[in-house]
């Protein structure tokens, strides 16, 4: 067991009725504000207005930057930066999902410094990220955890890189979670978002190194919540105990608390941000894809008990079955849920990507070297990963 | 469901080998250092000296208070805030229990004020607590969770009263939480503290609003730790497993998450607070004599269903029963780990405490009017649960 530190002061609003907490919390920072979005679905819902209302009522000076894409790109984090510095900003205001928060974070930190924000991202030069302007959020999307923890994820086209940072200074100094603005949330969006969260939880549960059993009696609850929860957020997007328990559930996936002491590297992830930066397919689709093939890939007698411990915990299967039954059951439990319940896309086909890139792919998932995850991985086993996602 | 604020900004030092950042975290408040204790068991134990040399190594300025009682009491608070203020303190360093975090973090405010620190305790005048000192806490004992939250307890033996206040300036900076410094914790303290905790959780997770479901698994999570670890740690308190787990559910058990938007009074601490402030007995002790019968005496048709999640989830009691026969049967659960398991003694009498003063602790504790929490209790409903722990 590894030791570790516990450091995430984030002060989270959470309900229906804390907007009005809003002025008050930018003018911690200063008065002059860039407000980030994507596209129109803020104006749409309603919550572009009340949150220029609630600025405007407490005296901030109020600029905006909107157009972040879904996989958010460098050119935008370039743009937000220079308008931190032609407009003296103060605080950053991020309204929407993963995609305008992880973007948010790098302007409000290339905003501080002189060079390009790509050489924070880039993996060769690792720009030391030692200040960022304050940021907080108003999370529309419950997905990434952006909004709680201190990481981001950017593509670059031109590179075709889609690199992740994380650094302490990215950390929002307050996030604002109202269920209510995750109602309008696509059944579509709704179910990307659940594999998203499913996957940051099984790339720290499933992990052979001794943990703390009482964070993998919370990752279970976490993972309990999708499952039950993810369904009938689709059916019913105006279910405030669906969203809330949902939006909750996306921060504290990935906020570092699951974590203690481990200190493993992710397997999904990194082989989905290639697919991603490639592609440009939803991020939680590409994760949904690739977990439970990679589930398949790992089990072995050596692996299998943390299959059972996941089976019976979070599914309820029969504890009494052969181990290797127990993980086999769970897997497929796992592709009936992210599959069959929540209407994904099974194969990587479906999604127009065929195995021209595999090897590319594969081999820039593992840095050139081996992924040191649930098991290690080397390219080739990753190519085998992507190819059991073709059927 | 309701709106909260989630807001825990303590630094928690997790592990074996976290006492080298303590100079360091010291002296971002300052240089002088009031380091507060209760008896000579961290000068036993070594925890003394490694604290001394880390602060002397740090060139910190290094001033003591000891003697601080199991059940601390308003004078070392009061001998406290006057130290702080004779020497200047920048900084408090609390090395112990909930009693020594307790006390310190009322000697921290008093240090700000002018008024009798007790002013802060008397339900009549609650003072105002809008400052207080830097507090750092290093934890031997895994039991209140004070390590992460905003209250502490502190009694009056002229008075006869044991009084609790929250505020957000007495929340610690930081806190080491060291497994191995509670190795040396007895197995009755070991109990003590893993009823407390149980308690903590019993206090939120009875509860018939609606509430989050994911808070409602991690409650599980939590009350599934300390079932399984506290009876290892027992029996083995050298296992680093089971004091870990112990020690991080302690934090986790009472630092604000789990409560997300319930705001129903507590029901056993109140009436426990009343029992320990006229036979000082050890509060986890308390705690373990009335949770089941508090449980008992609240159980009817309109609970029972609370009743039966615990039952199922926590002690893993069949779902098919009948649900008053899972309600008696997780009572019964509880009852066992805690006087069977745990070892603690069962009623009131075997710890020297009979029915003298039953009626006014009963009012005191609904404080004259009810306690508006699980099922509302009057000072009769009191009474009755006291007279349940005479056999």
Known sequence: MNDFVYDIPVRVYFGRDQLKNLGPELKKYGTRVLMTYGGGSIKRMGLYDRVMKEMKDAGLEVYELNGIEPNPRIDSVRRGAQMCKDHKIDVLLAVGGGSTIDATKFMAAGACVDFDPWDFMDYSKQAPIERALPI????????????????????????????????????????????????????????????????????????????????????????????????????????????????????????????????????????????????????????????????????????????????????????????????????????????????LKRTLPEVGIDETHFAVMARKSVGGGTLPGFKPLQAHDVENIFKMCME
Chains 1, 2 share one sequence.
């Open 136 to 343: 907080v959020t108003i999370l529309t999307l419950a997905a990434t955890g952006s909004e709680m923890d201190s990481g981001g994820v950017i593509s670059n086209p031109e590179t075709k890189d889609k690199n992740g940072r994380l650094a302490p200074a990215l950390l929002p100094k307050a996030s604002f979670l109202d269920p209510t603005n995750t109602f309008t949330v696509s059944p579509y969006q709704t179910a990307c978002g659940a594999a998203d969260m499913l996957s940051h939880i099984c790339e720290v549960y499933f992990n052979m190194n001794q943990d703390l059993f009482m964070l993998d009696c919370f990752m279970e609850g976490l993972m309990k919540t999708i499952v039950r929860y993810a369904p009938i957020a689709m059916k019913d997007p105006e279910n405030y105990e669906a969203r809330a328990n949902l939006m909750w559930t996306s921060s504290w996936a990935i906020n570092g608390f699951i974590d203690g002491g481990k200190r493993q590297a992710w397997s999904c992830h990194p082989m989905e941000h290639e697919l991603s930066a490639i592609y440009d397919i939803t991020h939680g689709l590409g994760l949904a894809i690739l977990t439970p093939r990679w589930m398949e890939y790992c089990l072995d007698e050596t692996t299998v008990s943390k299959y059972v411990q996941y089976g019976v915990n979070v599914f309820g299967i029969d504890p009494s079955l052969p181990a290797m039954d127990i993980a086999r059951k769970a897997i497929a439990k796992t592709s009936e849920f992210l599959f069959d319940t929540l209407g």
